[in-house]
């Protein structure tokens, strides 16, 4: 029996009034694969995300997420596919009412999860996994910007979903806490095979997770395939969008090597 | 061009309208089904009812005391200053409560839950909300809705106490009325038809308060200076919409001969 993608999205049109901010898109995740979104602010990167999630109904097209149709589905009948999704926003999108704790058990409370001493070991746990436990009682404006990203991952990975998605994780961060957070999405993906979709502006962020993979031994990024221990390749493939449409779908080698001026001048 | 203009204009408000009445609607019946978040309707009780006490009982003492050194002016030409304790617990308890409460919990609940919300929302913290599963409307307005409803005549009825005491020691201190004539007075004038006008009227605000509130602030766009433009267009709407409910619900019973 074939598996079904992870996501598939078939020529989906979103309308933001009269503007098109999607057109035609169509894009196909595999399940345990990691698909680099990019392009230019205001391309439709978010809105694609949050078509995927349903947070924004397509105006034309199919939006399928483990083989099951969300299109037609109303707000409320999508919250169980939403639980299987875990999504990072970008700026965290952390409550400011609540405690880093608080935030990282309210999905499980969510989900009906009362048992405290249960919530409260998930919550250490995903709290440890992305290295934040000693920050678990302060509230979110008391957390950096990094900070704050590696909560909101906890928060959309407490639920352990099999897809998550980033909006511009490493957005306005510096380099070592952009590469901290790489460090956290692959390992998410490397550890967990967790089907990833990630947004971003920084070529270097994508070509970072699609050359590289997490060792638990270095608890650091290493090269993938090609260091004779085993490690295997990433499948990533690279997702160029202009102007709301498709205008690169491929992988990384392929998108360097590419002679399309675009292209080059947006890789330069 | 100008046509179609003016043609958008009432178009985007028969939308506001039927997208505010869908709101109410919607948060009214969320309650009888669950998921119901009765710890946020605890907390916003406290925010919204124990929160607006001190403004309320301020405002209700203030003018009963202002209500009976006006009344007593114009009574005292006519010789009849002992009327003084019917003219301020007839006018509080129908009118000024009612209404003065109400426009106190618009100016410090619907102006809060508006740029509450609209913050949220401009931070994708309602997005994030409906991400992890949630329904905004069970979470957010119904909880909100609910605290006003069941505290909004909770503190009407506080605020007719406290008018009416202010205008007890303005009776005694400047009309020189003893205490027992004026409470007799303020007493025997009110009959079940004055409650219940009294009491209608809370129930029938809460509503607006609350969902204009909400609907203003999950309707902000713009960034931070939009949560400003929700804020300040709360108030006003609910302010406006508060005061012409008052006159139809006034003339509706005024109508039926129960008032």
């Keep these: 029996m074939p598996v079904s993608p992870a996501v598939e999205l078939s020529n989906v049109w979103v309308f933001f009034e009269e503007k098109a901010v999607l057109s035609d898109v169509s894009l196909t995740l595999e399940s ?230 675009y292209l080059r001048k947006f890789i330069a | 061009m100008a046509e179609g203009a003016i043609g958008g204009y009432f178009k985007r408000r028969v939308l506001a309208v039927q997208e505010f009445s869908d709101l109410m609607g919607n948060a009214l019946r969320l309650a009888f089904t669950p998921p119901r978040y009765l710890t946020d309707l605890l907390y916003q009780m406290d925010a919204i009812g124990f929160g607006s006490l001190p403004i309320v009982l301020l405002t209700g003492f203030s003018m009963g005391s202002v209500l009976a050194l006006q009344t007593y002016r114009t009574l005292a030409n006519f010789g009849e200053v002992g009327l003084l304790g019917q003219a301020v617990s007839v006018s509080f308890v129908r009118e000024l409560g009612p209404v003065l409460t109400g426009l106190m919990v618009v100016a410090r609940n619907s102006s809060s839950i508006a740029s509450e919300l609209g913050s949220m929302l401009v931070s994708e913290q309602v997005d994030a909300m409906r991400a992890l599963g949630t329904d905004p409307l069970r979470k957010l307005v119904a909880p909100r809705l609910y605290a006003t409803l069941l505290t909004l005549p909770l503190l009407v009825i506080l605020s007719d106490i406290v008018g009416m005491l202010g205008g007890s020691i303005v009776s005694v201190y400047t009309a020189h009325l003893s205490a027992e004539q004026y409470w007799t007075a303020a007493y025997q004038a009110l009959d079940s038809s004055d409650v219940f006008q009294g009491l209608i009227k809370p129930v029938l605000f809460a509503p607006v308060i609350a969902v204009v509130g909400c609907y203003c602030g999950l309707h902000t766009s713009g960034g931070t200076e939009g949560v400003g433009r929700s804020t300040t267009q709360a108030v006003v709407v609910a302010s406006v919409l508060i005061l012409v409910l008052d006159f139809f619900i006034t003339k509706f019973l005024i109508g039926i001969k129960f008032a």
């Design chain 1, 32 to 261: 345990g694969g990691t698909l680099a979104l990019l392009g230019v602010t205001g391309t439709g990167k978010s809105v694609l995300l949050k078509v995927i999630l349903g947070l924004i109904k397509p105006d034309a097209g199919e939006v399928w997420v483990e083989g099951h149709n969300l299109t037609p589905l109303a707000d409320a009948d999508l919250a169980p596919y939403r639980r299987r999704m875990g999504m990072v926003f970008q700026e965290g999108a952390l409550f400011d009412s609540l405690s880093v704790f608080e935030n990282v058990a309210f999905p499980l409370r969510e989900q009906g999860m009362r048992d405290e001493a249960a919530i409260e070991q998930r919550v250490r746990e995903v709290l440890g996994f992305v290295e934040m436990e000693h920050a678990i009682d302060k509230m979110p404006s008391e957390l950096s910007g990094g900070m704050r990203r590696r909560v909101a991952i906890a928060r959309a990975t407490v639920s352990q979903p099999c897809l998550m998605l980033y909006d511009s994780p490493t957005a306005g961060l510096d380099p070592v806490t952009s590469h901290t957070i790489n460090v956290l999405l692959a390992k998410l993906r490397d550890l967990n095979s967790v089907t990833t979709l990630f947004v971003t502006h920084r070529l270097q962020d994508a070509f970072t997770l699609a050359n590289y993979v997490y060792s638990p031994e270095t608890r650091d990024l290493v090269p993938a395939g090609s260091d004779g221990v085993g490690r295997a390749p990433v499948h990533c493939r690279f997702l160029v969008l202009r102007d709301g449409k498709v205008y690169f779908q491929g992988t990384s080698l392929e998108l360097a090597r590419s002679e399309d001026l």
